[in-house]
C-alpha cells in the first residue's frame, strides 16, 4: 500500500548531484576497422567532451575538449582517421578551435593554421578524402562572418595547409564525397532561411581536389533537404519535406528526383547541429534511417528498388539523427520511457539489436520513474496541440492531494520532445510534481505545416498552445489548477515569460537564458539565427513595433508571479542582459524573484555543479510558493 503524502515533499532517492554525476551524454559514433569510436559530453568532467574508444577506452585526454563553436551550437568535431596503419583523432578543440590531431591518448598537435590577427576560424564536420580532411569552416572578422568548404592537408609532423574548395554560400551543412570521389554533395542555403525552411541539395564535380560545375539537384527557399549520402551508382538519397512531410528521396547527377517513400511520418529533423546524420547506406545498396511518430520512433531499413522496408525490433522508441555503418553493423543512439540513452549495435545481416555499446545508466530504480506518454488537447479554435506528459510517480506514495504539474516549453523553438525518459524531469516527478513537455506549434515531427504554425505568431501560438495543455489538464482533474508552473529555456524561457505577463494561470515561472527582448535578439544574437526572427515575427527594422508588441519586457508591468531566472555568463546566443532586464524588472516591482548567473557556462548548461545548483535553486524556488518543503 502507498503512503498518502504532500505532493512536492516526496522524499526521492534522486539528487541533483547524482542526477548530475550520471549526466553524460553520447551523440556520434564512427567506426574504426574492428573498433567503435564515440564521444560523450561528461558533465563530472567540467561539461568536456572527450572521445571514447570501444577497445581502448577514452583517447582524449583531459582536459582537452572536442567542441565547435561553429553556429554556436556546435555538432560533430571530430573525426577518426588511419595513416600508415595509425589510427588518430583529428578534433576541434573547445580552447581556440583549431584543429588539432593526436593518437589515443597522445599529446595533441595543432593541424589547422592559426587563425590571421583580427579573425577567428572555426572548423565542423569532417570527412577524410585522400589525404586532406574536407569541412566546413566559419570565419569572423569584426562582426562579419563569412562561411566556406575548405581542405586541410594532414600533416603528421606539422601544421597542414589550408585551400577554399567552395565559397558561394552563407551557410553548409553535410558534405559527402562519392565512393568514386569524383563528386561532392552538400546541403546550403541563405539568409532567411534556417535550415528547416529552405535548402538546397548541391553537387559539384570533383578533380584533381578541386571543385567544378556546382549546382543544385534539389530544394528551394520553401523546401528543406538534409543528411545527402550516396549510393553505388552515384546516385544521391536525401530527406525532403517537399511533400509536407520529411520524407526519403532520390536524385541523379542531371538533377531527377524520386520520391521513394511517401508518409505521413517525418524522416528528418531540425538541424541545430551540423553532423546530424538521418540516413546511411548500407554495404547492399540498402538504406538505413528514422521514421515515425514523436512517440514511436523506429529504425528503419528500406530496399529503394523494391520499396520494401523493415522496421527493427527494438524497445527504444526515439534515436538521435546520429547513424554510423561499418559492414555488417550499424550503431545507433536511442532512447525510451524506459532508458535515458543507449548505444546501440545493430547485425545488418540478422536485422537485430546484438549489443549495447554504451548506455547512461539511471542512478536509481526504475520503479521511481514515471512512464512518459504522448496526449493531446483540444484548442478554442479546434486545432489539436501535442504535449508528452511525465506524472508524479513514486514507488511508495501517493498524492495525498492534487499534485502540482510543472509545464516545460521546449527551445528552439523548432524542436519537440520525445516521450522518452528524462533524469531531470524524474528529479521532480519522483518528488510528486507532475510534468508536461508541451509540442506546440511549430514543433517538429508532426509534418510542415504543424511546423509553420509559428510563422509570423511566436509569441502568440506558442503561449495559446501551452495554456490549451494546461487547462485541458486541469479540466481532467491531473492537477491542482493553483499548483501550476511553467518552465523552460531559451526560445523556451521567451514563451515561459510572455505566459507569465500574459495569463494569471502559473503560481511561479523559471526562465533559463530566456529571450526577453525580440529587438535586442534581433540585433544582439550570433549570425546563425540572426533572421529568424523574420519568419516568426516579421522583418526588422520594418516591424519593430510588432517586435516591441512580441517582447515579454514589454508587457513586466503585467507581472504577477514569482520569477527565478538562471544565465550562463558566457552565453553568445542569448545574451545575460536579457535575463537582467527581467531581473531588474522584478525588483523594481517588488516582486519575489531569484537570479542565478554562471561563470564559464554559455547557451545550455554543462557543468556538473552548474546542473545541481540550478535544479536544486529552481525546486526550492517552487517549494516557497507552492507551500511544500522539497526533501533535497
Not at 464 to 477: T, Y
Not at 549 to 561: E, G, Y
Request: charged share 20%; glycine share 8%; proline share 6%.
Amino acid at each position: 500500500m502507498k503512503q498518502a503524502h504532500q505532493p512536492g515533499a516526496w522524499p526521492s532517492p534522486l539528487s541533483a548531484s547524482l542526477l548530475a554525476q550520471a549526466g553524460s551524454s553520447v551523440m556520434w559514433s564512427q567506426p574504426m576497422g574492428d573498433d567503435l569510436w564515440w564521444d560523450e559530453v561528461r558533465p563530472s568532467e567540467g561539461g568536456r567532451t572527450l572521445v571514447v574508444s570501444r577497445q581502448l577506452g577514452d583517447i582524449l585526454k583531459a582536459p582537452w575538449s572536442a567542441k565547435s563553436q561553429v553556429h554556436e551550437y556546435g555538432g560533430i568535431s571530430w573525426l577518426g582517421l588511419v595513416r600508415n596503419g595509425q589510427a588518430l583523432l583529428a578534433f576541434v578543440s573547445k580552447a581556440d578551435q583549431r584543429i588539432y590531431i593526436t593518437e589515443p591518448m597522445g599529446e595533441p598537435r595543432p593541424l589547422s593554421p592559426e587563425s590571421p590577427s583580427g579573425q577567428s576560424h572555426r572548423y565542423i564536420e569532417m570527412i577524410s578524402v585522400e589525404d586532406e580532411i574536407w569541412c566546413i569552416r566559419e570565419v569572423h572578422t569584426q562582426g562579419r562572418v563569412e562561411r566556406d568548404l575548405v581542405a586541410l592537408s594532414v600533416n603528421l609532423h606539422g601544421v597542414g595547409s589550408l585551400r577554399t574548395l567552395e565559397q558561394s554560400s552563407h551557410f553548409y551543412a553535410h558534405p559527402r564525397i562519392s565512393a568514386d570521389g569524383r563528386y561532392l554533395a552538400w546541403i546550403a542555403w541563405e539568409h532567411p532561411q534556417m535550415p528547416w525552411d529552405g535548402t538546397e541539395l548541391r553537387v559539384a564535380e570533383v578533380s584533381n581536389g578541386q571543385l567544378s560545375n556546382v549546382r543544385a539537384l534539389a530544394g528551394n527557399v520553401e523546401t528543406s533537404c538534409l543528411s545527402p549520402e550516396w549510393g553505388p551508382h552515384n546516385e544521391l538519397y536525401f530527406i525532403s519535406d517537399k511533400s509536407g512531410w520529411w520524407n526519403l528521396w532520390q536524385a541523379d547527377l542531371a538533377g531527377k528526383l524520386r520520391h521513394v517513400i511517401e508518409e505521413t511520418s517525418e524522416w528528418g529533423f531540425p538541424l541545430w547541429q551540423l553532423g546530424m546524420r538521418a540516413l546511411s547506406v548500407l554495404p547492399d545498396g540498402q538504406l538505413l534511417s528514422v521514421h515515425g511518430p514523436v512517440d514511436a520512433r523506429k529504425i528503419v531499413k528500406v530496399n529503394p528498388q523494391t520499396l520494401a522496408m523493415q522496421n527493427l525490433a527494438s524497445d527504444l522508441t526515439d534515436f538521435k539523427p546520429s547513424l554510423s555503418v561499418s559492414n555488417a553493423k550499424a550503431y545507433a543512439v536511442g532512447a525510451s520511457g524506459k532508458v535515458v540513452s543507449q548505444l546501440i549495435e545493430i547485425d545488418l545481416l540478422s536485422w537485430q539489436v546484438c549489443d549495447v555499446v554504451t548506455s547512461m545508466e539511471s542512478p536509481v530504480d526504475a520503479s521511481y520513474f514515471p512512464k512518459p506518454h504522448e496526449i493531446s488537447a483540444v484548442r478554442s479554435d479546434g486545432r489539436e496541440v501535442f504535449a508528452i506528459l511525465h506524472s508524479a510517480h513514486h514507488p511508495d506514495f501517493e498524492p495525498s492531494e492534487k499534485p502540482p504539474l510543472m509545464v516545460v516549453v521546449h527551445g528552439g523553438p523548432t524542436a519537440n520532445s520525445s516521450a522518452t525518459l528524462s533524469m531531470k524531469y524524474a528529479y521532480f516527478t519522483s518528488r510528486g510534481i507532475s510534468v508536461v513537455d508541451v509540442n506546440y506549434g511549430g514543433s517538429t515531427g508532426y509534418g510542415r505545416q504543424y511546423r509553420n504554425l509559428l510563422r509570423g505568431q511566436w509569441g502568440v501560438v506558442d503561449c495559446e498552445d501551452v495554456l490549451a495543455v494546461v487547462e485541458s489538464l486541469i479540466a481532467k482533474g491531473t492537477c491542482a489548477a493553483d499548483k501550476v508552473v511553467i518552465r523552460g529555456g531559451s526560445a523556451g524561457g521567451f514563451t515561459v515569460l510572455n505566459a507569465l505577463v500574459n495569463s494569471k494561470r502559473f503560481a511561479a515561472g523559471a526562465s533559463y537564458y530566456g529571450v526577453a527582448d525580440c529587438t535586442t535578439l534581433a540585433t544582439d544574437t550570433h549570425d546563425f539565427e540572426s533572421r529568424y526572427l523574420d519568419t516568426m515575427i516579421g522583418a526588422f527594422p520594418a516591424e519593430k513595433d510588432l517586435y516591441i508588441a512580441r517582447s515579454p519586457i514589454t508587457h513586466v508591468n503585467q507581472l504577477s508571479s514569482p520569477l527565478v531566472l538562471f544565465q550562463g555568463l558566457d552565453d553568445k546566443v542569448v545574451p545575460p542582459s536579457q535575463s537582467e532586464a527581467f531581473r531588474d524588472a522584478c525588483a523594481a516591482k517588488g516582486l519575489k524573484h531569484a537570479y542565478v548567473a554562471y561563470e564559464g557556462e554559455g547557451h545550455g548548461f554543462r557543468q556538473a555543479s552548474t546542473i545541481v545548483s540550478s535544479l536544486e535553486t529552481e525546486l526550492k524556488f517552487y517549494g516557497e510558493v507552492l507551500g511544500f518543503e522539497p526533501q533535497m
